[in-house]
């Protein structure tokens, strides 16, 4: 047996192992004894791993790490487990659309002019999503460089604590058929895995539509080893510059929620680090703000300069959005995103039902979608027998009965940047995505929208499209809606190109600003600094797959193992 074999042999008995080990510690969540408010927090601690960010990776990450290591997870939100009827599958919207101080949702705007969301909330984005699971393709793998067991078994730690086969209820069943009909094939049933043609995907709902979240996952975590500290602001991280030829990250400053300042160290030894897991806003904001990013703009902001690297904040990218909402004729199920389509042509269709869509729960539908359906859309409704426009059997008090059917793009090929707004990490940083600034991301879109309008259309879907209602009606309404702060062009009623353009919305898959090969190498490691690594979403090209958070989750369980791998024997598993 060759020396590589022998290698593959013992990392994956060495796995095994580190499975099974501290698996009767273990702690159900939410009576997790590990988990702190910051303000009980000693001045001074020390760990082996600092993990910066208890999001949709840093939470596998840690709960992996503290298998064998001692660990220190900083999540500057709450606890997901305070009120869980808040988060669940019925409030998605009004939590994801609350302002409020104690809110897991943090709320901004980019510079393009589109509304958005990041999370701060032990679980991150898991605990605001909508619940989609579904695994990246091989391809995108093996084009990251991952090993393809190891991410195989890291899916599936995963899934056996918040993945779900989802109900298939008549209004997504009705749009999976839709798809279909119009030529969405082959019919691939109930799969994690990516593929051409339609599918009922995974979700992290149960059956009684309580959310499974990230933070699910640090049942894994041994609870003698981990510490969770909540409301724990980074301002920065503290590096040794007259060690070796890198500056060396040697500890965190964090803040907790009185304002009182503590300082967390890493112990001595050379294979204890400092991840940074905040988030693609996050983590490239914590990085300039401690030193290490785009010199001049450090400067700008009084930051000293530990490591000028211009490629920081670098790549923001965010998988834009379009979308129809269509009016019932009939009540609907409240269903979030079940089945998609992914096409051949890279655009990838979803789908959401039911009283999620009421005017009252955000800005994308209004208060004033009364209004605009039974005045502004007058023109284009057909009158019932009496002369009367008949939009009372979709109107129910403040509530729509219906549904919206969207469209995302694969990729994408456009690309913006970040940069910092000021000093304070609790303000969001200014965010470019420079949405369809590539005519390739442009044309997916209307590929898209056009197969929608054919769902709509289909035969499968027919006794949820409203007579009253033709398309044009449809796109007039998304026109008419405040979506985002972007103008409105009169030629978007009847150009599908400036529609997506003028209707462009996030579907909060945005990532980059610290992407592999340009600001980490391929072991996830900060280029030009020790004992630093950045394991999130901020690290990729592309978003993987029809939905990001599988697999982000995913990758901080593979990084973690490969992590300790490296610790206990000197080698990862390629």
């Given at each position: 047996?060759?020396?590589?074999?022998l290698?593959?042999?013992?990392?994956?008995?060495?796995?095994?192992?580190?499975?099974?080990?501290?698996?009767?510690?273990?702690?159900?969540?939410p009576?997790?004894?590990?988990?702190?408010?910051?303000?009980?927090?000693?001045?001074?601690?020390?760990?082996?791993?600092?993990?910066?960010?208890?999001?949709?990776?840093?939470?596998?990450?840690?709960?992996?790490?503290?298998?064998?290591?001692?660990?220190?997870?900083?999540?500057?939100?709450?606890?997901?487990?305070?009120?869980?009827?808040?988060?669940?599958?019925?409030?998605?919207?009004?939590?994801?659309?609350?302002?409020?101080?104690?809110?897991?949702?943090?709320?901004?705007?980019?510079?393009?002019?589109?509304?958005?969301?990041?999370?701060?909330?032990?679980?991150?984005?898991?605990?605001?999503?909508?619940?989609?699971y579904?695994?990246?393709?091989?391809?995108?793998?093996?084009?990251?460089?991952?090993?393809?067991?190891?991410?195989?078994?890291?899916?599936?730690?995963?899934?056996?604590?918040?993945?779900?086969?989802?109900?298939?209820?008549?209004?997504?069943?009705?749009?999976?058929?839709?798809?279909?009909?119009?030529?969405?094939?082959?019919?691939?049933?109930?799969?994690?895995?990516?593929?051409?043609?339609?599918?009922?995907?995974?979700?992290?709902?149960?059956?009684?539509?309580?959310?499974?979240?990230?933070?699910?996952?640090?049942?894994?975590?041994?609870?003698?080893?981990?510490?969770?500290?909540?409301?724990?602001?980074?301002?920065?991280?503290?590096?040794?510059?007259?060690?070796g030829?890198?500056?060396?990250?040697?500890?965190?400053?964090?803040?907790?929620?009185?304002?009182?300042?503590?300082?967390?160290?890493?112990?001595?030894?050379?294979?204890?680090?400092?991840i940074?897991?905040?988030?693609?806003?996050?983590?490239?904001?914590?990085?300039?703000?401690?030193?290490?990013?785009?010199?001049?703009?450090?400067?700008?902001?009084?930051?000293?300069?530990?490591?000028?690297?211009?490629?920081?904040?670098?790549?923001?990218?965010?998988?834009?959005?379009?979308?129809?909402?269509?009016?019932?004729?009939?009540?609907?199920?409240?269903?979030?995103?079940?089945?998609?389509?992914?096409?051949?042509f890279?655009?990838?269709?979803?789908?959401?039902?039911?009283?999620?869509?009421?005017?009252?729960?955000?800005?994308?539908?209004?208060?004033?979608?009364?209004?605009?359906l039974?005045?502004?859309?007058?023109?284009?409704?057909?009158?019932?027998?009496?002369?009367?426009?008949?939009?009372?059997?979709?109107?129910?008090?403040?509530?729509?009965?219906?549904?919206?059917?969207?469209?995302?793009?694969?990729?994408?090929?456009?690309?913006?940047?970040l940069?910092?707004?000021?000093?304070?990490?609790?303000?969001?940083?200014?965010?470019?995505?420079?949405?369809?600034?590539?005519?390739e991301?442009?044309?997916?879109?209307?590929?898209?929208?056009?197969?929608?309008?054919?769902?709509?259309n289909?035969?499968?879907?027919s006794?949820?499209?409203?007579?009253y209602?033709?398309?044009?009606?449809?796109?007039?309404?998304?026109?008419?809606?405040?979506?985002?702060?972007?103008?409105?062009?009169?030629t978007?009623?009847?150009?599908?190109?400036?529609?997506?353009?003028?209707?462009?919305?996030?579907?909060?898959?945005?990532?980059?600003?610290?992407?592999?090969?340009r600001?980490?190498?391929?072991?996830?490691?900060?280029?030009?600094?020790?004992?630093?690594?950045?394991?999130?979403?901020?690290?990729?090209?592309?978003?993987?797959?029809?939905?990001?958070?599988?697999?982000?989750?995913?990758?901080?369980?593979?990084?973690?193992?490969?992590?300790?791998?490296?610790?206990?024997?000197g080698?990862?598993?390629?």
């Amino acid at each position: 047996m060759g020396s590589a074999s022998l290698h593959s042999s013992f990392s994956a008995l060495l796995l095994l192992i580190l499975n099974f080990h501290g698996f009767c510690l273990t702690e159900k969540a939410p009576y997790y004894s590990f988990v702190h408010e910051a303000t009980t927090a000693p001045p001074v601690s020390f760990y082996d791993y600092i993990v910066i960010g208890g999001g949709t990776a840093g939470c596998p990450l840690a709960a992996t790490l503290s298998q064998s290591a001692n660990v220190l997870l900083l999540e500057r939100g709450g606890s997901p487990y305070v009120n869980p009827e808040r988060i669940n599958m019925y409030n998605f919207a009004s939590t994801l659309a609350d302002t409020s101080p104690d809110s897991p949702t943090q709320q901004f705007v980019s510079e393009d002019g589109v509304y958005n969301a990041r999370a701060r909330v032990l679980g991150g984005g898991s605990v605001l999503n909508a619940g989609f699971y579904t695994r990246a393709s091989t391809r995108y793998m093996r084009e990251a460089g991952w090993n393809e067991a190891l991410v195989n078994a890291s899916y599936r730690w995963v899934e056996n604590k918040v993945a779900f086969q989802p109900p298939m209820l008549q209004w997504q069943s009705a749009v999976r058929d839709g798809l279909l009909e119009v030529g969405v094939l082959p019919n691939n049933g109930f799969s994690y895995d990516h593929m051409y043609g339609t599918k009922v995907g995974g979700t992290i709902f149960d059956k009684d539509g309580n959310r499974h979240t990230a933070a699910d996952l640090l049942e894994y975590a041994n609870p003698a080893k981990i510490r969770v500290y909540l409301h724990a602001t980074v301002q920065r991280i503290i590096f040794l510059k007259a060690v070796g030829p890198k500056p060396r990250a040697r500890g965190v400053v964090y803040q907790d929620g009185t304002g009182k300042r503590h300082v967390a160290l890493l112990k001595r030894g050379f294979s204890n680090e400092i991840i940074l897991s905040a988030g693609a806003l996050g983590s490239p904001q914590l990085l300039m703000l401690s030193g290490v990013g785009p010199a001049d703009q450090l400067r700008a902001h009084g930051i000293p300069v530990v490591a000028d690297d211009p490629m920081v904040g670098q790549g923001m990218s965010d998988n834009p959005m379009n979308a129809l909402f269509i009016p019932s004729p009939q009540p609907v199920e409240v269903s979030l995103i079940q089945v998609v389509g992914i096409t051949r042509f890279d655009s990838y269709i979803e789908t959401a039902s039911g009283m999620t869509f009421s005017p009252s729960l955000g800005r994308r539908v209004s208060n004033d979608l009364a209004k605009i359906l039974s005045e502004d859309l007058a023109a284009y409704i057909n009158k019932s027998a009496d002369g009367k426009v008949d939009v009372g059997t979709f109107i129910n008090g403040d509530s729509v009965s219906g549904g919206i059917i969207l469209e995302k793009i694969m990729g994408p090929i456009s690309t913006g940047h970040l940069e910092l707004r000021s000093t304070d990490p609790n303000e969001n940083p200014s965010v470019t995505f420079n949405y369809f600034q590539s005519p390739e991301d442009l044309r997916r879109c209307v590929n898209g929208m056009r197969t929608i309008i054919s769902v709509i259309n289909s035969q499968a879907f027919s006794k949820f499209r409203n007579i009253y209602l033709p398309t044009e009606a449809l796109i007039n309404l998304m026109l008419n809606l405040p979506l985002n702060q972007r103008p409105r062009h009169v030629t978007a009623t009847t150009s599908m190109e400036q529609f997506c353009i003028d209707t462009v919305m996030t579907i909060w898959h945005y990532h980059g600003g610290c992407q592999l090969g340009r600001v980490v190498d391929r072991d996830y490691r900060v280029l030009g600094i020790d004992a630093l690594r950045v394991i999130d979403g901020s690290t990729f090209h592309h978003s993987p797959g029809t939905n990001p958070q599988a697999t982000v989750m995913m990758l901080g369980r593979y990084m973690g193992q490969r992590i300790l791998l490296e610790r206990l024997f000197g080698f990862g598993m390629k």
